[in-house]
């Protein structure tokens, strides 16, 4: 049964309502003496106010989807985690967008069809990246694009993740048969899921009327969340002895992603964007990794290192490391990254409106900073959505095709 399958939320809400009115049943009977009344009574309270708890909880996980799998909560991985390492891959397709190895697909989620696209990277077999994924054909994706759920598989961090990639309609169309697409990379916050992109933000949605709008240019969407080996918040860091994030989202994805889809090569065709955790993430894998990413956008991000809980001890008790992962730290003592980033933000509502106005009083050139702050709203899926309209437009003002 699944972690967020409507039949366990069924079951623990049966489970809920039986334990009460088995106490309204119970309590005005009496079990010997007072303490031991007094006793059962409690343990029947104690007993629905749990199952309840619980039910709450799960009902709640099933909807905003923190944890998709048992394997996730109980920090086993799931579908993502480390591998022992990469093995060889056979050369990508050479099939033109439109033909018989990439059907289109479309958002139902719950279907699995089956489709492998690897292929390596320049480096040689050395280096060798993967995309494996499912899915679901539709009939006319030349129309609709194309939403495929693949498990990436990094050849030098080890790590493999989920991801779901949206194509563009133009991608199926044969006067694009030869067209570059640029590339974005957007992450959720932490835990986060893919899957919540679609459903509780409706990137699809918002992408699609941008495009028909005019104003943002057809591009591939790579949705991911940051949390690559869970359950732990790693802060897309190469830990010390540990997870190599960092090097996945910097390296690994944008070899694997360049070797199984029609992407633009170069670092003008690339970005990366998130929200909260995945915005720190976006701003720094872009400033670290500026030979690959040209552009970046931090929606409600913060911009210094964090540890607490969650992440345990990132930094292996080096200052250094924890600096080189402090985006504050990095714009006033480093030679800024010649990249373009949007910052946004809320002045009210938003408690990392301070940070952003810190990052971008100190970017100085080649790095340029601008900015989209709304006068409020939450940090939440709807405040983000009000920003995405902008900010895609403004990414697409940035990258190219090829």
């Not at 990469?86 to 990439?102: D, I, T």
Request: aromatic letters at 8%; hydrophobic letters at 40%.
């Amino acid at each position: 049964m699944g972690l967020t399958s409507g039949s366990l939320i069924g079951l623990l809400f049966f489970v809920t309502a039986a334990l009460i009115a088995g106490t309204v049943w119970i309590w005005p009977q009496r079990y010997g003496s007072v303490l031991r009344t007094a006793a059962t009574r409690a343990g029947l309270l104690l007993s629905s106010h749990l199952a309840l708890a619980l039910a709450v909880l799960v009902a709640l996980n099933a909807h905003f989807l923190f944890f998709s799998s048992w394997d996730e909560l109980i920090g086993t991985g799931g579908g993502a985690g480390l591998e022992s390492g990469a093995q060889p891959l056979k050369p990508a397709s050479k099939e033109r967008p439109g033909g018989k190895e990439r059907p289109g697909t479309s958002v139902p989620l719950a279907n699995d069809g089956s489709v492998t696209s690897s292929g390596l990277s320049s480096s040689g077999p050395a280096m060798a990246a993967m995309v494996t994924g499912r899915k679901v054909s539709t009939r006319h994706p030349e129309i609709t694009g194309d939403i495929e759920h693949v498990m990436v598989r990094g050849a030098i961090s080890g790590i493999k993740a989920e991801a779901y990639v949206m194509l563009p309609a133009q991608y199926f169309q044969k006067q694009y048969a030869k067209h570059r697409f640029p590339t974005v990379i957007m992450l959720t916050g932490y835990p986060g899921n893919p899957r919540a992109l679609i459903r509780l933000l409706h990137f699809p949605s918002i992408v699609q009327k941008s495009e028909q709008a005019g104003q943002a240019q057809p591009m591939i969407y790579v949705l991911m969340r940051p949390t690559v080996a869970p359950p732990r918040d790693t802060e897309c860091t190469d830990i010390p002895g540990g997870p190599q994030v960092e090097t996945f989202f910097g390296t690994d994805l944008p070899r694997a992603i360049s070797a199984a889809f029609h992407t633009n090569p170069g670092r003008g065709g690339w970005a990366i964007m998130g929200d909260s955790t995945g915005g720190y993430c976006a701003a720094k894998i872009a400033m670290k990794h500026s030979d690959r990413f040209s552009t970046a956008v931090s929606l409600s991000g913060y911009f210094h290192a964090l540890k607490d809980i969650t992440t345990g001890d990132l930094y292996g008790g080096s200052q250094a490391i924890r600096n080189d992962n402090d985006l504050l730290w990095r714009a006033q003592h480093l030679p800024p990254p010649p990249i373009n980033i949007l910052v946004t933000s809320c002045k009210v509502g938003e408690r990392t409106y301070p940070q952003a106005q810190a990052f971008l009083t100190l970017a100085r050139a080649p790095m340029r900073a601008d900015s989209l702050i709304l006068d409020s709203g939450g940090h939440n899926y709807q405040t983000f959505a009000r920003m995405l309209p902008g900010a895609l437009q403004w990414l697409s003002s940035h990258l190219v095709g090829a």
